[in-house]
């Protein structure tokens, strides 16, 4: 073989190679990505389309059915899974693997454009996502607060904190979770609404007409331009109480006359709570060739320099980090070479009671591992606990190799060839078979079925802090 002809008969070309190698490696280790599991993009595109204030019937049928009898004749269409609740609905369309995510997503947007007209006006545009591994929350932050309520955290969280955290290196974007926005809440009386023969729709279009911010063009003098605006007169309950929706006998009906007015959130039916505590969640999402754990740590750098500002009684503290897995991952992977260099050193000193054979299996496990992480550079890989497995299980037969090698050189010593001749052709005696046996390990990986490993449920109602999602789990064939 040449490469191991060129080693034996120039064994500096060999060192320098070899301590390239590590340098290459080293330089590529510092610049891949560490994740959870692999970045991957499944073939899913979702719909959601929001309709305040419709039940889940009503969703239903006006908009969750129309939609799926437009896309139900998209090529590629594995399974359609869809959910209706109160005000949203949602619509999951897995395509086989086999059919481009992106021609997938433009069709369904196709589809989708044609049925708009059909929905009803008060409901929002449908939007339209293809799924994105990347996505995922790796780090949840609660805040906590013992003088504000929900609405006021979500608020103060809004403000002061999501900005922060999102100039981070690394950083996609920050997401809240658990909170409730503020809304201005009118609850219509009906039967004063009937007695002064007034509908819903009369309230809504004196809302809609009145409580509005226009500009109103500019006003200029000689020497000086003014830009001038229509301010929105109603900002308080107070003002919105005193709206006149309507007149009746020379006396004009007013909005307090059939409705109660209140500053609240804007859905009050659900809440997050931990450890019976009112709390808010402060997600970190990162970009998608970040450092997870980079990203965690300037994360929870930037909550500890925030904690002593927060205003008294509110608390914000780690409350779920992916990257433990990672950080434990790569621990194992470190006691693993460690254990199985220890091992492979004494093994082959005991047996062949060599100090200068025992170097070259010492020596061929480092530069192997350390050069891998160059080709996990250039093919766009990221250390995750697959590749972590793939090297731990790697390291046997790099052990393996090297003692197989080693064994038939110092066979052909034994028998009385110079040490430079069976270097030689000792290699060369055996590399073909070396190689042989990586090749038939890897074309049998596909067919062995205890590695078939299936996804399964990764589906959440509402996404939540104090729920992270199932990973995928070993099934019997």
């Given at each position: 073989?040449?490469?191991?002809?060129?080693?034996?008969?120039?064994p500096?070309?060999?060192?320098?190679?070899?301590?390239?190698?590590?340098?290459?490696?080293?330089?590529?280790?510092?610049?891949?990505?560490l994740?959870?599991?692999?970045?991957?993009?499944?073939?899913?595109v979702?719909?959601?389309?929001?309709?305040?204030?419709?039940?889940?019937?009503?969703?239903?049928?006006?908009?969750?059915?129309?939609?799926?009898?437009?896309?139900?004749?998209?090529?590629?269409?594995?399974f359609?899974?869809?959910?209706?609740?109160?005000?949203?609905?949602?619509?999951?369309?897995?395509?086989?693997?086999?059919?481009?995510?992106e021609?997938?997503?433009?069709?369904?947007?196709?589809?989708?454009?044609?049925?708009?007209?059909?929905?009803?006006?008060?409901?929002?545009?449908?939007?339209?996502?293809?799924?994105?591994?990347?996505d995922?929350?790796?780090?949840?932050l609660?805040?906590?607060?013992?003088?504000?309520?929900?609405i006021?955290?979500?608020?103060?969280?809004?403000?002061y904190?999501?900005d922060?955290?999102?100039?981070?290196?690394?950083v996609?974007?920050?997401?809240?979770?658990?909170?409730l926005?503020?809304?201005?809440?009118?609850?219509?009386?009906?039967?004063?609404?009937?007695?002064?023969?007034?509908?819903?729709?009369?309230?809504?279009?004196?809302?809609?007409?009145?409580?509005?911010?226009?500009p109103?063009?500019?006003?200029?003098?000689?020497?000086?331009?003014?830009?001038?605006?229509?301010?929105?007169?109603?900002?308080?309950?107070?003002?919105?109480?005193?709206?006149?929706?309507?007149?009746?006998?020379?006396?004009?009906?007013?909005?307090?006359?059939?409705?109660?007015?209140?500053?609240?959130?804007?859905?009050?039916?659900?809440?997050?709570?931990?450890?019976?505590?009112?709390?808010?969640?402060?997600?970190?999402?990162?970009?998608?060739?970040?450092?997870?754990?980079?990203?965690?740590?300037?994360?929870?750098?930037?909550?500890?320099?925030?904690?002593?500002?927060?205003?008294e009684?509110?608390?914000?503290?780690?409350?779920?980090?992916?990257?433990?897995?990672?950080?434990?991952?790569?621990?194992?992977?470190?006691?693993t070479?460690?254990?199985?260099?220890?091992?492979?050193?004494?093994?082959?000193?005991?047996?062949?009671?060599?100090?200068?054979?025992?170097?070259?299996?010492?020596?061929?496990?480092?530069?192997s591992?350390?050069?891998?992480?160059?080709?996990?550079y250039?093919?766009?890989?990221?250390?995750?606990?697959?590749?972590?497995?793939?090297?731990?299980?790697?390291?046997?037969?790099?052990?393996?190799?090297?003692?197989?090698?080693?064994?038939?050189?110092?066979?052909?010593?034994?028998?009385?060839?110079?040490?430079?001749?069976?270097?030689?052709?000792?290699t060369?005696?055996v590399?073909?078979?070396?190689?042989?046996?990586?090749?038939?390990?890897?074309?049998?990986?596909?067919?062995?079925?205890?590695?078939?490993?299936?996804?399964?449920?990764?589906?959440?109602?509402?996404?939540?802090?104090?729920?992270?999602?199932?990973?995928?789990?070993?099934?019997?064939?």
């Amino acid at each position: 073989m040449i490469l191991s002809d060129v080693s034996v008969t120039r064994p500096v070309f060999a060192s320098v190679l070899s301590l390239l190698l590590i340098v290459f490696g080293i330089m590529s280790f510092s610049k891949l990505a560490l994740r959870e599991y692999p970045d991957i993009d499944p073939p899913v595109v979702s719909i959601t389309t929001s309709y305040q204030g419709a039940s889940a019937n009503i969703v239903e049928t006006r908009i969750t059915e129309i939609i799926e009898d437009r896309i139900s004749g998209v090529e590629g269409i594995k399974f359609i899974s869809s959910s209706s609740t109160d005000g949203q609905s949602r619509i999951d369309i897995e395509f086989i693997v086999e059919r481009d995510i992106e021609a997938a997503t433009n069709d369904i947007r196709d589809r989708v454009s044609g049925v708009v007209d059909d929905l009803p006006e008060e409901a929002d545009p449908p939007d339209i996502q293809k799924a994105d591994s990347s996505d995922d929350v790796i780090l949840w932050l609660n805040l906590s607060s013992d003088e504000m309520n929900t609405i006021e955290l979500t608020d103060y969280a809004s403000r002061y904190l999501e900005d922060r955290f999102s100039i981070l290196p690394g950083v996609a974007r920050v997401r809240i979770g658990g909170g409730l926005e503020y809304a201005m809440r009118v609850w219509l009386d009906r039967n004063k609404m009937a007695a002064r023969g007034l509908t819903v729709t009369d309230i809504e279009t004196a809302l809609r007409s009145e409580n509005v911010e226009l500009p109103a063009g500019s006003i200029e003098s000689v020497e000086t331009q003014f830009t001038a605006r229509i301010q929105r007169g109603y900002k308080t309950p107070e003002d919105f109480e005193n709206l006149v929706i309507g007149q009746q006998d020379n006396y004009l009906i007013r909005l307090s006359d059939v409705a109660r007015i209140e500053k609240a959130a804007v859905e009050s039916r659900t809440f997050f709570r931990g450890n019976s505590v009112p709390m808010v969640g402060i997600g970190i999402i990162k970009q998608s060739k970040a450092n997870t754990i980079s990203v965690v740590e300037g994360a929870i750098d930037m909550a500890e320099r925030i904690a002593p500002d927060l205003p008294e009684g509110m608390r914000i503290f780690s409350s779920y980090d992916t990257s433990v897995f990672i950080r434990n991952a790569i621990s194992e992977v470190y006691k693993t070479l460690f254990i199985a260099m220890m091992l492979v050193v004494t093994v082959i000193y005991l047996f062949l009671g060599s100090f200068r054979a025992m170097l070259v299996p010492a020596v061929t496990v480092p530069v192997s591992l350390i050069a891998t992480f160059t080709l996990l550079y250039v093919f766009g890989f990221s250390i995750n606990l697959l590749t972590l497995l793939a090297l731990v299980l790697a390291i046997g037969l790099v052990v393996d190799d090297a003692i197989v090698v080693l064994e038939n050189i110092s066979r052909r010593i034994e028998k009385g060839e110079q040490p430079l001749s069976a270097a030689y052709n000792g290699t060369r005696q055996v590399s073909f078979a070396v190689i042989a046996t990586h090749w038939c390990l890897l074309l049998s990986l596909p067919r062995l079925p205890f590695l078939r490993v299936t996804w399964v449920g990764y589906s959440q109602s509402s996404p939540s802090p104090w729920s992270p999602p199932s990973p995928f789990r070993l099934l019997s064939p």
